[in-house]
């Protein structure tokens, strides 16, 4: 008999975020190439305005799927549905989600083998709901109540996030600790070059991973910038354009020029890596708890980092990079900085790094989980 693992794939076809999709891709992608013998991987997906080219799409993006199974909701109609715990002729069998939208309802894992995962991999509407919309707020705390009740597992991508889930509801044992990953092959560009023309993003730069939203203390990293001495020029990756003018600002106050500065929104993976390549140094300011793609991004491409310490960068980074508090960061990109011996010293300890983050890794530990269950 065939054990089916029925992803929900939801970001595929009414993608919300471009890291979330990343990994619901990739993982998809791994669960296929990995899955035990006798096991095979569908999907779950809301509908979509033109089913037959989604169907395409997401042949594209997960080939091998065994089998798909089509919501009649389209994905914000679904995310409300099942938050209310309506999910007709979905539920049902092993459910795994990359993310936290998931048929949350009582089942019965014991006889009928029904289980649900779902992942949550950052704490954003617990640890900075003032910046995201109200909506999306109460969105993920219904569904992390439902996950209280009904998952029998819930994914998070390190033992930062685990603990601070374990503080939000009565989980006991169901939290488990697997770690994403850079995009499969996420690696330096033959035409990097022509790519960071293309962006007009210059070489030799200083990378900050950030918004200006407060959360992201972009403010810090400008800071350390200054007092490293550093004129090297800025590149602020993943705000969005109509974040340019508080971005300078947050610049201004630390005293660089905004001449200095380019803030840029690379989505393609590809061009991030460009944009990395280039760079002699990532600074990753903020300390939330949610998994710090950009940083797993640069140790991939033994980019040096120098990162807030946090429960998280701690975990993350080990020694693949430097961490110093807040107001030292200025003093650990000074050391990175000192000697083009450093920069090179700190690229190797990233790369060694880097290393230690796989997709397929992650997908045989959400095989064992399902197995475990």
């Known amino acids: 008999m065939t054990a089916v693992l029925r992803v929900v794939l939801d970001q595929l076809v009414g993608p919300t975020d471009a890291d979330l999709a990343m990994a619901s891709r990739e993982l998809s992608r791994a669960l296929v190439v990995t899955a035990p013998k006798d096991c095979e991987v569908a999907a779950i997906v809301p509908a979509a305005a033109s089913p037959a080219d989604a169907d395409d799409a997401l042949e594209r993006a997960v080939p091998g799927l065994a089998e798909v199974t089509r919501s009649a909701l389209a994905r914000r109609e679904l995310a409300a549905s099942w938050q209310l ?31 649900t995962v779902v992942t949550l991999w950052d704490l954003d509407a617990w640890e900075r709901p003032e910046e995201l919309a109200r909506g999306a707020v109460g969105w993920h705390k ?24 374990g503080e939000l509801g009565a989980f006991g044992d169901r939290i488990r600790v697997i770690a994403g990953a850079a995009p499969a092959g996420f690696r330096v560009p033959t035409d990097e070059v022509g790519r960071r023309r293309g962006l007009a993003v210059p070489d030799g730069s200083l990378v900050i991973a950030g918004t200006a939203a407060p959360s992201a203390r972009l403010s810090d990293a400008f800071v350390a910038i200054a007092r490293a001495g550093s004129d090297l020029p800025v590149v602020v990756i993943d705000a969005p354009e109509d974040d340019e003018p508080a971005v300078l600002e947050h610049a201004a106050a630390a005293g660089i020029a905004a001449g200095r500065v380019h803030v840029r929104r690379v989505r393609d993976d590809a061009d991030r890596a460009a944009v990395l390549a280039g760079a002699v140094a990532l600074i990753a300011p903020s300390q939330l708890t949610a998994f710090p793609w950009r940083v797993v991004e640069a140790l991939a491409v033994g980019v040096p980092v120098v990162a807030a310490d946090s429960d998280t960068h701690r975990q993350v980074i080990l020694d693949g990079g430097l961490l110093a508090a807040s107001d030292e960061l200025g003093a650990g990109l000074a050391a990175i900085l000192d000697s083009v011996a450093a920069v090179e010293r700190y690229a190797v300890l990233a790369g060694d790094r880097g290393r230690a983050f796989s997709w397929r890794s992650a997908a045989e530990r959400v095989w064992q989980l399902h197995a475990d269950l």
Do not use: C, F, N, Y
């Open 142 to 165: 219904a569904m992390l109540k439902r996950a209280v009740k009904h998952a029998d597992a819930v994914v998070v991508p390190t033992h930062a996030a685990a603990a601070r889930v």
């Open 85 to 115: 715990g309506i999910t007709p002729g979905i539920g049902g069998g092993m459910i795994h989600s990359p993310t936290l939208l998931a048929p949350l309802v009582r089942h019965d894992r014991v006889h009928d083998h029904d289980q």
